[in-house]
């Protein structure tokens, strides 16, 4: 995240999206493509990097001579999943500047191992786009370009991150939405929006943008039904790396605040490493997180949350 408080000149896509009350997050396994972009400067173009977790690290298809048309990822699970639906980062998400100069996918076309095909046109906007599949057994997809936004430099075409979800649970609350004391105005490098802290991406996050360093800042999830938890799984600050992590302010205890008015306070570790936290089980609507106490970053005020979601 970079401090330039630049006016954003690019209006998101505001998803109304939201996943169904149970929806599990499908495991990739291996991976292949029918061309990758070269590598260069030390930076590569893989297609494992469309499930790392990281949307500033993307698979490039390698057709040097046009847009990529027909080019495909293809995506391997562990055995038969009953995929719902995917949510897709389209294009290079390093920053706005390289996402507007790279071709975004506007048609792809999925097909599944059992030799059935479904296309969408996706939205031509830098954020993760929740679409819904006709529900479809499947061990695989290649996903293939069928047609691009152009990009206003470059003709390669990128995938930053994808995922897919199917029909089973590992027990997390699906946040139906969510409210913030505040939110950081989207910059350069994107934008800093609570749902990103539900999205699995480590290197998208929510930030605070109140006057001080985050200290009674707060997110609230609000759940489809009542739902009883007792995990709260939490990517605290910067989660692309340990560095990154410190420069900004870390939470280090939390209040939380349930639906029925009843509170408990968790002690959070100031790392940006994926941590599972445990409290006495609530059956609960909604959860209010306040930031209670932090530990100060390296370089900037500001406290952010990559990924911030309940389970059983
Ligand atoms: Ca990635
Ligand atoms: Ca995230």
Redesign the pocket.
Known sequence: MTQRALAASFVLAACMCSLPAFAGVVKITSSSASSIYPESDGVRYLPEQVYDRKVSQNWTEGDQKSSGLGEWIQLDFEGEKNLTSFRIWNGTFSSYDMWTRSNRIKEVELEFSDGTKQSFVLKDAMSGELVDLKPVTSSSVKMRIKSVYNGSTFTDTAISEVVFYDSTSDGSANVKSWKTSSTYEADADGNYEAA??????????WCEASEGDGVSEWVEASFASRTEISTLNL?NGN?YNIMYAMKGNLATELLLTFSDGSTQTVTVKASGIPQKVSFSPVTTSSVKVTVMTLRKGKEFNDLCF??LQFAK
Not at 196 to 205: I, L, W
């Open positions: 990103n802290m539900a999205d699995t991406a480590m290197d998208t996050m990517v989660g990559s990924e």
